[in-house]
C-alpha cells in the first residue's frame, strides 16, 4: 500500500489548483481593472501620449489593482512550471523538454512580475507629473508583460506539449494544439518589429493560458500501466 502511494507524493503537489490560481489571477489583472475604470481599457502602446497621460492621471486606483494582480500571478505561474517540470521527470521523460518548459517558465514569470512593477511605478505622483516618463514606463511595462512575457510561455507549453505527446502523457489533439500555441507565441515576438502583429499577442495569451489549464487536469500523475509495460 505505502509503495503504491510513493508516485504520487514525489511527483509534486497537485497541478489543477495551481494553474487555476496563475490564470485567475491574471484575468482577474484584465477585467477587474476595466470595472473598476467605468470601462476605461488600459492604454496601447501604439497610441498617441495624450490618452496614454490622461488614462495613468485619471485612474490610479485601476492601474495599482492591475499591478498588484499581475504581479501575484506570476508566483503560482512559476511555481506550476516547476511542478509540470517534476511531473515530466517523474514520469520518465529523460530529454531536454521538462527543463526547457522550467526555464520558460521561470523567464514568464519574471517578465510579469517586471512589468507589475513597472506598472506600479505609474501609479505614484513623482512619476505623474512628467508625461514622457509615464511614456517610457508605460512602454517598458509593455514590451516585458506582452512580448517578454508572451515568448518564454510558449516555449513553457512546447516544453510540456513536446514530451507530453512524444511519451503519449497527453492526448494527441492537446499536444498538438500546445505545439500550435507555443508557434503561435513564438511568431508574436515580431510584434517587436512589426507593430501590426501585436494583434497576435492577446490571441497567443489566452490560448496559452486556457492550455496550461487544461494541461494540469490532463497530464497524469503516475505513468499508465501500458507504458511501463511498454518499456
Same mark, same amino acid.
Given at each position: 500500500?505505502?509503495?503504491?502511494?510513493?508516485?504520487?507524493?514525489?511527483?509534486?503537489?497537485?497541478?489543477?489548483?495551481?494553474? %487555476?490560481?496563475?490564470?485567475?489571477?491574471m484575468m482577474a489583472a +484584465?477585467?477587474?481593472?476595466?470595472?473598476?475604470?467605468?470601462?476605461?481599457?488600459?492604454?496601447?502602446?501604439?497610441?498617441?501620449?495624450?490618452?496614454?497621460?490622461?488614462?495613468?492621471?485619471?485612474?490610479?486606483?485601476? %492601474?495599482?489593482?492591475?499591478? /498588484?494582480? $499581475?504581479?501575484?500571478?506570476?508566483?503560482?505561474?512559476?511555481?506550476?512550471?516547476?511542478?509540470?517540470?517534476? *511531473?515530466?521527470?517523474?514520469?520518465?521523460?529523460?530529454?531536454?523538454?521538462?527543463?526547457?518548459? /522550467?526555464?520558460?517558465?521561470?523567464?514568464?514569470?519574471?517578465?510579469?512580475?517586471?512589468?507589475?512593477? =513597472?506598472?506600479?511605478?505609474?501609479?505614484?505622483?513623482?512619476?505623474?507629473?512628467?508625461?514622457?516618463?509615464?511614456? +517610457? %514606463?508605460?512602454? =517598458?511595462?509593455?514590451?516585458?508583460?506582452?512580448?517578454?512575457?508572451?515568448?518564454? /510561455?510558449?516555449? =513553457?507549453?512546447?516544453?510540456?506539449?513536446?514530451?507530453?505527446?512524444?511519451? $503519449?502523457?497527453?492526448?494527441?489533439?492537446?499536444?498538438?494544439?500546445?505545439?500550435?500555441?507555443?508557434?503561435?507565441?513564438?511568431?508574436?515576438? +515580431?510584434?517587436?518589429?512589426?507593430? $501590426?502583429?501585436?494583434?497576435?499577442?492577446?490571441?497567443?495569451?489566452?490560448?496559452?493560458?486556457?492550455?496550461?489549464?487544461?494541461?494540469a487536469f490532463l497530464l497524469?500523475?503516475? *505513468?499508465?500501466?501500458?507504458? *511501463?509495460?511498454?518499456?
Amino acid at each position: 500500500m505505502a509503495a503504491n502511494r510513493t508516485p504520487a507524493r514525489t511527483s509534486g503537489p497537485p497541478l489543477p489548483p495551481i494553474a %487555476v490560481a496563475a490564470v485567475g489571477l491574471m484575468m482577474a489583472a +484584465l477585467i477587474l481593472p476595466i470595472i473598476l475604470a467605468s470601462g476605461a481599457t488600459f492604454p496601447s502602446p501604439y497610441s498617441d501620449a495624450e490618452p496614454i497621460v490622461e488614462y495613468f492621471r485619471t485612474h490610479p486606483n485601476p %492601474v495599482l489593482v492591475t499591478a /498588484l494582480l $499581475q504581479f501575484a500571478a506570476s508566483l503560482p505561474l512559476g511555481i506550476f512550471a516547476a511542478v509540470a517540470s517534476v *511531473r515530466l521527470n517523474h514520469l520518465g521523460v529523460r530529454v531536454p523538454g521538462p527543463t526547457i518548459g /522550467l526555464l520558460g517558465g521561470v523567464l514568464a514569470s519574471s517578465a510579469m512580475a517586471l512589468s507589475a512593477l =513597472l506598472t506600479w511605478t505609474l501609479t505614484r505622483p513623482e512619476v505623474l507629473d512628467h508625461p514622457e516618463i509615464i511614456r +517610457l %514606463v508605460h512602454d =517598458l511595462a509593455f514590451i516585458t508583460g506582452g512580448p517578454g512575457f508572451i515568448a518564454p /510561455l510558449g516555449l =513553457l507549453i512546447a516544453g510540456i506539449a513536446v514530451p507530453g505527446l512524444l511519451a $503519449q502523457l497527453l492526448p494527441r489533439w492537446h499536444a498538438w494544439a500546445g505545439l500550435v500555441t507555443a508557434g503561435l507565441a513564438m511568431i508574436a515576438i +515580431l510584434s517587436i518589429a512589426v507593430p $501590426q502583429l501585436s494583434i497576435l499577442l492577446p490571441i497567443a495569451r489566452f490560448l496559452a493560458l486556457a492550455w496550461i489549464v487544461t494541461a494540469a487536469f490532463l497530464l497524469p500523475r503516475r *505513468r499508465p500501466t501500458h507504458h *511501463r509495460k511498454e518499456s
